[in-house]
């Protein structure tokens, strides 16, 4: 059985449709629509991971209340979400900032712009590490 | 200046001529007749900050930004609203944004982003001002991308 399908998926970011885009790719790597959340920044993220168990988040960096890396440096702060898996989708660049962001554990980046193929193939790789 | 941080007419063209393909499958050239186009009314804008500091401008007329949302979303242009072709536009202009600092910064890119907003900026060219642009035809279209820099002291 496909373990994704297992899978809750966070997209966070502050374009309503890029996040459409994107949990559109969610939904090819075989998330379940139903098991696919979004929000607009890192407060609104940090509101969904108190209410709901999330594998993955997909994290845009530059938003405005709450930017990914104030939320990256927030999720580790919390015992019950600093495992959560983050790869960052974003048009970063900064060599330092993209530094930091590994340093407060995230897995992989993907500039965008990204082919929806290669976001499948890296979803579908971190995913399907996880047990069902 | 190093060859990193130039960025001429055609080096943006084809930076993109590559987001719209990879973001949107949009298809673009840079227009052999920019008076045929039709005028842009639409506009978005992001900075830049670093070695240097700038900005992006995205001017483009309301039909490419409706092509570009029903593109992105894969549904028909006649149901994109308006809002969603701001949003699309925005949303372009953040990446094409985040293209040209690569393009500027290479692999020890110093350069970061600010968050795309609509609009233009009134722009008075001086001799400390680095301009580039292109006009392009994306499927009968305009696009036009301007890139401001003020050149480091």
């Known amino acids: 059985m496909n373990p994704t399908l297992h899978c809750h998926v966070l997209v966070v970011d502050d374009s309503p449709i890029l996040r459409s885009a994107i949990k559109k790719v969610v939904k090819l790597a075989g998330v379940p629509e139903d098991r696919i959340f979004e929000a607009g920044n890192g407060v609104e993220a940090l509101e969904v991971l108190e209410t709901v168990w999330i594998d993955l988040v997909l994290l845009d960096l530059n938003m405005p209340v709450m930017d990914g890396e104030q939320f990256a440096r927030e999720l580790r702060n919390r015992p019950d979400m600093k495992d959560v898996a983050v790869v960052v989708v974003s048009t970063e660049a900064n060599r330092e900032r993209l530094e930091r962001m590994r340093e407060l554990g995230v897995e992989h980046t993907l500039r965008k712009p990204f082919e929806p193929e290669a976001l499948c193939r890296l979803i579908s790789d971190v995913l399907g590490l996880k047990p069902a | ?153």
Request: aromatic share 4%; net charge negative.
């Open chain 2, 1 to 153: 200046m190093d060859a990193s941080t130039l960025l001429d007419q055609h080096a943006l063209a084809r930076l993109v001529i590559d987001a719209l393909e990879r973001t949107a499958f949009v298809l673009a050239d840079p227009s052999p007749a920019p008076d045929a186009l039709p005028e842009a009314d639409t506009f978005a804008q992001i900075d830049f900050h670093g070695p240097d500091n700038g900005r992006v401008e995205l001017h483009a007329s309301r039909a490419f930004a409706r092509n570009l949302a029903a593109s992105i979303l894969g549904t028909n242009a006649a149901e994109i609203t308006d809002l969603q072709c701001e949003e699309a536009l925005r949303e372009l202009a953040n990446i094409v944004g985040g293209s040209v600092i690569t393009a500027l910064g290479g692999s020890d890119c110093r350069f970061s982003l600010g968050l795309p907003r609509l609009g233009r900026s009134p722009h008075a060219s001086g001799a400390a001002e680095l301009d580039t642009a292109c006009i392009l035809d994306a499927e009968g279209e305009r696009l036009e991308v301007h890139c401001h820099r003020a050149r480091a002291a």
